[in-house]
């Protein structure tokens, strides 16, 4: 669970360094970084509910 809510804390930064561009690039660092990190939020999310289940 720790480890969940610094991902989300590092998601909550990424949003606020974003400057919502009206276009926004897939090459944008940001963008990147938030994908990263939604990405291991929800992979984690998944373990999450593999261990429960289990």
């Given at each position: ?13 990424i ?15 940001i ?24």
């Open positions: 669970m720790l480890q969940k809510d610094n991902v989300q804390a590092a998601l909550d930064a949003e606020a360094c974003c400057g919502h561009c009206a276009i926004c690039s897939p090459d944008c660092p963008a990147i970084a938030r994908r990263a990190m939604r990405g291991l939020r929800d992979d984690l999310i998944a373990a999450e509910e593999m261990e429960q289940g289990n």
